[in-house]
């Protein structure tokens, strides 16, 4: 489980988030949505104890963030949207190397490989250097360091992005599995298919703060939208779309 509380964040004189809580729960996909600059990658980053909170708190199965975030980053595993591989390491290596961060065994490492290239669709390009890699190769790649270590919490920033789609729909499945297995996802996507078809909740963010915490179907009952994209743009409070 995943839970932040009344967390504050300040960038300089920017006031990037005013008092956001909400939690994420295990055995469920939890949505969080907003416009640009609402404060999605600010308080994703603190889930993920990659950044400390100015005030409130941030828990990842009941350990503090910022009190012990080496033991957070053992129990979660966070795709950023941006992926940052390096060019000349094989997709192999960049894989096997975070297994070896996180103080996984080589036949273990290499069971977990065999796994992930499978279900990830992996085999193809293995054992290639990662220049030159598509957009969806890449995302690949970093999403098989991700699950590595089988993390029990997952951060998914945007997972389908690059994707074509036999890519999207394997992701998709990905996603349902790593519910299926109880674990807490956490997952942002601008693409209103995806949320209908993956999120058991949303959380919506607007202006640094959460501004609606519900089920899909609860989030139209409380604006009186029909339409998810027009319940999330009423949630939201503005006419700009989400993303």
Known sequence: MIELKNVEKRFGAVHALR?????????????????????KTTSLRIAAGLLPPDDGTATVDGTDTSADP?????????????????ARMTARE??????????????????RL???????EMRDFLDRRTEGFSQGQKLKVAIA????????????????????????RAMRALVQRLKADGRCVVFSSHVMQEVAALC?????????????QATLEDLKAMTGKEQLEDAFVAAVGTDEGLA
């Open 145 to 168: 360091r991700v699950l590595v270590h089988e993390p029990k919490n997952i951060i998914l920033d945007e997972p389908t992005a690059g994707l074509d789609v036999k890519g999207t």
């Open 19 to 39: 008092g956001v809580s909400f939690a994420a729960h295990d055995g469920a996909i939890t949505g969080v949505l907003g416009p640009n600059g609402a404060g």
């Open 200 to 212: 058991d909740e949303v959380v919506v963010i607007a202006a640094g703060r959460v501004t609606a």
């Open 94 to 111: 960049h894989v096997a190397y975070f297994g070896r961060l996180h103080g996984l065994a080589s036949d273990v490492i290499s069971a």
């Open 70 to 86: 080496l033991g957070v980053r053992r129990a979660i595993g966070a795709l950023p949207h941006s992926h940052g591989l390096y």
């Open 114 to 120: 065999d796994h992930l290239s499978e279900v990830l």
